[in-house]
């Protein structure tokens, strides 16, 4: 059997690191891919939950593992989305660094 | 200490290996992702061993198959050694205050995992997790959400189409 | 009493008709801008008071077929306001009553005011100064006429409000006839504050009425409902704060907030500083408005609520008294003037003391006769004075006419008959209806009655001196008009002598509507239906007892010595000795200049009153609490706090990069996320 804390910890580890990516590269594109990391430690940890409800003895549940499809949906729409983005950004700015594009202050 | 913990270990330190690779790897922007992809099959690896069979398999296609591949096409459109992509390297004072900051929450996160004191994953039911106790029930209890994202998928996609094909002043 | 209401659906037309007319001349005037020519105006708006007159006589005859005394006309024409059950039960309609008061009162109104409209088509086309004023005035004189029809027919207490404001708007609107100048425009704003003040009291004696009788379980306001449940509170008393545990009749107390009304609409003291200064309005609306109708609402006030003002000792007096004096100070005042119209307004204000001196002695009966006659002699002095200053080309200094008896032989006849009955010459109308007031005030039992009836007698011959004085400064002695105008001079034309003639008839004749026991007995008239006793079927009953024949001698002695000193006096100082007037007036110029100002009471309001408001208004008020706490601190302040925290605070994270932001929704999920394990 799997120790489900590790599990969350695991997911904790990679929101954690995924945080720091987007808070730091300049870079557009992996701004967006620390993202989708932050969403899968997201993902993991609701599987992981899910797992224990799984084998709960009054009545198994699949909630968890529904609410990750919904997140990849979300996580497929923002991807389409936020790279379109960066395309007409970069298109623009001739640029991907973020500090280049500092306007939302208008 | 079965096969299971054992793999589930291996795995995540390669789940750990791949974001810290993505993170670090700032003159390449095309090892980012696959450190990235090293993450995502390696997680799949991890639902597998949840039970979670659907959703390994969903981790493979819709992450680190169709999610990466457009990252790479991006990446892949503009030039990946321009100078531009990644000019500096981040002020040494935002990397200690998102480290300061990402550090506690880790230990925010870690404390509380710790002190709910989680249970240990039972005996699962016979054909639990199969895709068919999924697809019922995604098409019975949970038939508006699924609308609901259907929709959202389709808004997207004209967004996508929009901002992909005009020229912004 | 009899209470048997009888429906008659005509009285609505009454006040309703002037207002059509009103109503049609604001919105082709104001709205549409399209003035109709002078003879439809005239058309309109003296047949709609022609109309409004034959439906008051008509309700008025059948009003006298109804068998037995106290019985009414009503229309109810609708519900304004209502709701309760049971004996909780209130409603406030729009409905009309027509008893003998307001019979005779809706009488003289319609025939003075339709007279006064015929009038005014000759005063006004010779008289306007641009061409929108004529049916302007028209338009005013309607409403006015309205307003004062719904005040009469009223039968509850809110409607009569209504019309009581009603004629105050018009007053304001006619005084501020010719707005161009802004004497007149002030005059107006005047004559309305100093109404509002009055209307105070008013409105806190009706509310006060109605509280009590709510809480005495009879919440109403008509006039009847009123009546009927007096009896509840007609002992109540009231602690007042501040009089130190002393316990007032609230009756009193309710009758002195009426009087505050009634002497700010009648001109008494000391409300009465509007009048002289309304005398800048065109002679027509004075004549209607200061003289026949609106002035004597305070009294019909007193009337109407007789039986409440009998019940309050202390409030009669006071009403005695307010009317004693201001009599005897507005006829002091009247001799010393220059001005025609001022004589005549201050005569009215005196006219009217007598009138609130006879209802607070409990002769209601006598006020009502006195209100009827003053109409019609008054509204022939001012229409003859108009006429006069009209053809001598507005000019109103009685000591720039005179001589002019020859010129204007006609006017001259009509204003001798109008002197003659305001001096209380015998067997005129003023004769009788003032002997009435002052029998009856000898004989009240008020504090110092015996005091009144003297200061009654004084006024008497005051009048006559003033009365003999105008008519002798204008129609006789030297002439003091231009020489060019003096040439050209010729009588006014018909359409203004004959309301003249109208009036005059009914000055000479009036006063045999409402003869005594005494007179009846007399001259042989059988007085059983006389017009006091017709009031006093509704009116409570001041009815003299018979004094014996002597007394009454002497009564009328006294009053025909007063008239033939005054207008005696008058001859010897205006037409046979005139150089003594000027050593009189010499050697009392001090008298002269307090009496000709009107007892400085003007200055006086001005210093204690106007001035501190408006120091207090400017300073405090304006510069102190709109400028700098409102404006200053409230509003700008308020605006400048906000810019500078947003300036100095808020805009700081706002530095357009996307990874601050990112690091700000960090921190607040961090926050979250410690409160969820935390």
């Known amino acids: ?106 | 200490m079965t096969i299971e913990v054992v793999l589930f270990y291996a795995l995540a330190a390669l789940a750990v290996f791949g974001a810290l690779a993505m993170l670090l790897f700032v003159r390449e922007v095309v090892a980012s992702a696959m450190g990235l992809a090293v993450t995502m099959v390696s997680l799949a690896g991890i639902y597998l061993l949840l039970e979670a069979h659907l959703i390994a398999a969903l981790q493979i296609i819709v992450y680190a198959g169709a999610i990466l591949v457009l990252f790479l096409f991006v990446i892949m459109l503009f030039d990946p050694n321009n100078d531009d992509f990644d000019r500096a390297d981040p002020p040494q004072i935002a990397i200690k205050v998102a480290g300061i900051a990402a550090a506690l929450m880790l230990g925010v996160a870690i404390a509380g995992v710790v002190s709910a004191g989680l249970p240990d994953a039972g005996e699962l039911p016979e054909g639990f997790g199969g895709f068919r106790d999924i697809g019922l029930q995604l098409f019975t209890a949970y038939v508006i959400p699924v609308e609901a994202a259907g929709l959202l998928l389709l808004a997207a996609m004209v967004g996508a189409v929009v901002l992909a094909k005009q020229r912004i002043d | ?678």
Not at chain 3, 587 to 612: C, K, M, Q, W
Not at chain 3, 616 to 634: H, K, M, P
Request: charged letters at 10%; a neutral charge; proline letters at 3%.
């Open chain 3, 1 to 678: 009493m009899v209470e048997d209401a009888v429906a008659e659906p005509l009285l609505r037309w009454i006040p309703l008709l002037p207002m059509l007319s009103a109503v049609l001349h604001a919105v082709l005037l104001g709205v549409l801008r399209r003035p109709l020519a002078p003879g439809a105006v005239v058309a309109i708006s003296c047949g709609t008071p022609l109309l409004s007159l034959l439906c008051t006589g008509v309700a008025f005859s059948s009003l006298i077929a109804l068998p037995g005394g106290g019985g009414f006309l009503l229309d109810p024409a609708y519900t304004w306001i209502g709701g309760g059950l049971g004996a909780a039960a209130f409603s406030a309609d729009l409905s009309f009553q027509l008893d003998a008061l307001s019979g005779v009162m809706a009488l003289v109104v319609s025939v003075a005011g339709f007279a006064i409209h015929v009038y005014s088509a000759g005063y006004m086309r010779a008289d306007a100064r641009d061409d929108r004023g004529f049916q302007r005035f028209f338009c005013y004189l309607n409403f006015l006429l309205s307003a004062m029809l719904v005040l009469v027919l009223a039968d509850n207490l809110l409607m009569m409000f209504l019309g009581w404001q009603g004629v105050a708007l018009c007053s304001y609107l006619l005084i501020g006839f010719w707005y161009g100048e802004a004497e007149n425009a002030y005059a107006g704003s005047k004559a309305f504050i100093a109404n509002c003040v009055g209307d105070l009291g008013l409105l806190v004696g009706i509310l006060l009425l109605f509280w009590s009788l709510s809480e005495a379980g009879a919440p109403t306001i008509s006039f009847r409902g009123i009546e009927a449940a007096f009896a509840d509170i007609a002992e109540r008393t009231l602690r007042l704060p501040g009089a130190g545990g002393h316990e007032v009749l609230l009756v009193d107390v309710i009758g002195l907030c009426f009087l505050l009304g009634a002497c700010g609409k009648s001109a008494q003291f000391p409300l009465h500083v509007w009048l002289p200064d309304a005398m800048v309005a065109p002679t027509p609306a004075s004549a209607l408005i200061h003289a026949a109708t609106m002035v004597t609402a305070g009294v019909y006030l007193v009337c109407r609520l007789s039986f409440l003002f009998a019940a309050a000792p202390a409030a009669s007096t006071v009403i005695a008294w307010v009317g004693g004096l201001t009599a005897l100070f507005a006829a002091m005042i009247a001799i010393s003037q220059r001005d025609i119209k001022q004589v005549l307004a201050y005569s009215t204000m005196s006219q009217l003391g007598f009138m609130f001196l006879a209802a607070g002695c409990g002769a209601y009966a006598a006020a009502m006769f006195h209100v009827v006659t003053h109409a019609f002699f008054m509204a022939l002095l001012f229409l003859a004075a108009g006429a006069v200053s009209l053809v001598l080309h507005h000019e109103q200094d009685l000591f720039r006419m005179g001589a002019l008896s020859k010129r204007l032989p006609k006017v001259r006849v009509m204003m001798l008959v109008g002197v003659f009955a305001i001096a209380g010459a015998p067997g005129l109308s003023g004769f009788f209806s003032r002997g009435e007031i002052l029998v009856a005030t000898f004989s009240s039992e008020l504090t110092g009655h015996r005091v009144l009836y003297w200061m009654g007698v004084l006024t008497s011959l005051l009048t006559s001196f003033y009365a003999y004085r105008m008519y002798f400064l204008v129609f006789e002695g030297e002439s003091h008009v231009e020489r060019e105008v003096r040439a050209r001079l010729q009588e006014p034309g018909n359409v203004l002598l004959g309301p003249l003639y109208a009036f005059a008839v009914l000055s000479v004749l009036g006063g045999y509507m409402g003869l005594s026991q005494f007179w009846g007995d007399m001259i042989g008239i059988d007085r059983s239906d006389s017009l006091g006793n017709f009031v006093r079927t509704v009116v409570v009953s001041g009815a003299r007892d018979g004094l014996s024949a002597g007394t009454e001698w002497r009564f009328v002695a006294t009053a025909v010595a007063a008239w033939a000193l005054g207008a005696a006096g008058a001859w010897w100082l205006y037409v046979r000795n005139p150089a003594v007037v000027e050593r009189v007036t010499g050697s009392l110029a001090t008298l002269g200049h307090v009496l000709s100002n009107g007892l400085f009471i003007d200055v006086l309001y001005e210093r204690v009153i106007v001035r501190p408001l408006v120091v207090l208004s400017d300073r405090v008020l304006y510069r102190g609490v709109e400028l700098r706490l409102i404006d200053g601190l409230a509003v700008n302040g308020t605006a400048r706090s906000i810019w500078l925290l947003a300036h100095r605070v808020l805009r700081l994270p706002h530095s357009g990069m996307t990874q601050g932001y990112l690091f700000l929704m960090l921190i607040g999920m961090l926050g979250i996320l410690l409160y969820l394990v935390g």
């Open chain 1, 1 to 106: 059997m799997l120790p489900i804390d590790h599990v969350i910890g695991l997911s904790a580890v990679l929101f954690t690191i995924g945080t720091v990516g987007a808070l730091t590269r300049r870079n557009l594109i992996v701004m967006l891919m620390s993202i989708e990391l932050m969403l899968n430690a997201a993902n993991l940890a609701f599987v992981g939950f899910n797992r224990i409800w799984a084998a709960n003895p009054e009545g198994s549940a699949l909630d968890g593992q529904i609410f990750v499809l919904m997140v990849v949906t979300v996580a497929a729409a923002e991807i389409a989305i936020g790279l379109g983005m960066v395309i007409a950004l970069v298109r623009n700015r001739d640029s991907m660094n973020v500090e280049d594009h500092s306007v939302l202050k208008w």
